[in-house]
């Protein structure tokens, strides 16, 4: 049974300055709900109810999502308002949420070690909410789990890209082992379309075992000068310990403009306006 899950959510969101310059990019809303919710509810409904989110300066607004706001429950509670909470409040009354800082933005690799405080010697999973995975039967992380229950290894989601984006991505190339499922062999982080291995792209859905946080940290900087997930990955797949799964589902990037604005189009016709 995996409990916690990971939330690196400490970088700078770039790609949406000016909105992100005093806001985080994970508490932009897909319609009427920050984006790192859609996560923590994805990780909640795979029985990870151990949010560990690893922050930075300027996230504030993050732990005070995941927290109880008096006055607003005080102003609300009784009225015809009060449908508006609920999804936070289920989400707060099954989730704990912890958070550790991470003080320099040096990659992903460095966000997740950063958590090891916060994860300690068990599998996990990680979650990058600004990939939106919305499906109808159980969500990513739960299908993950179930491999995991039957693999005992670490897990990436994957999907089939363009050769053209996936310069984007870590790739990986492997054997298919049928439904979905690839035993990788090899990885690379954001190579060109001519170095690919494939186009099967890692996204933002991992599981990990716990020996991941001591290859971190012998982790040497990769790909753009941060410590990179994919490179420490790479170890696991060395000694044949990683699946990658294509998982069932609909991704949307939303930490690029026209992925963000395609999952809202999407959830406003699709999600919001079915629930009324
Ligand atoms: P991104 O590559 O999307 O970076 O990180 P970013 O800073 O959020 O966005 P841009 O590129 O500047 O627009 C992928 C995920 O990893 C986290 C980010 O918060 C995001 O969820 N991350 C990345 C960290 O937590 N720490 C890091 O040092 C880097």
């Known amino acids: 049974m995996i409990r916690k899950c990971l939330f690196p959510v400490a970088g700078y969101g770039t790609r949406f300055l000016p909105a992100t310059k005093s806001m985080p990019k994970e508490m932009l809303p897909i319609v009427n709900k920050p984006l790192v919710q859609y996560g923590v509810e994805e990780a909640i409904g795979a029985g990870m109810k151990n949010c560990a989110m690893v922050t930075g300066r300027g996230k504030r607004a993050i732990s005070d999502h995941f927290d ?17 909470l609920e ?3 289920g989400v707060l009354n099954e989730g704990i949420f912890t958070q550790v ?13 950063t958590g090891e405080a916060l994860i300690g010697d068990e599998a996990f999973g990680v979650l990058l909410s600004d990939d939106l995975c919305l499906n109808d039967g159980p969500g990513v992380l739960s299908q993950m789990t179930e491999l995991y229950e039957e693999h005992q290894c670490s897990i990436v989601a994957i999907q089939e890209v363009p050769m053209d984006e996936v310069h984007k991505y870590g790739v990986i190339s492997g054997e298919d082992l049928g439904s979905g499922l690839y035993k990788v062999d090899d990885m ?21 075992t716990p020996d991941i946080f001591d290859i971190l ?6 790909s753009g000068g941060e410590v990179q997930i994919t490179d420490a990955l790479q170890t696991q797949a060395r000694q044949g310990r ?10 949307f990037d939303c930490g690029t403009v026209p992925g963000f604005v395609e999952a809202t189009n999407y959830v406003y016709e699709n999600v919001y306006t079915n629930n009324g």
Do not use: C
Request: aromatic share 8%; proline share 4%; net charge positive.
């Open 87 to 89: 999804s936070i409040r």
């Open 101 to 113: 800082r991470q003080r320099e933005m040096k990659g992903l690799g460095h966000a997740i070690l």
């Open 217 to 222: 940290r012998s982790t040497e900087p990769g």
């Open 188 to 208: 690379v982080e954001k190579p060109s379309a001519e170095d690919a291995p494939s186009n099967l792209a890692i996204i933002g859905r991992y599981i990990l």
């Open 68 to 84: 109880i706001s008096y006055e607003l429950e005080h102003q609300i509670s009784g009225s015809s308002k009060e449908m508006y």
């Open 242 to 251: 990683v699946l990658a799964y294509k998982f069932k589902g609909l991704r």
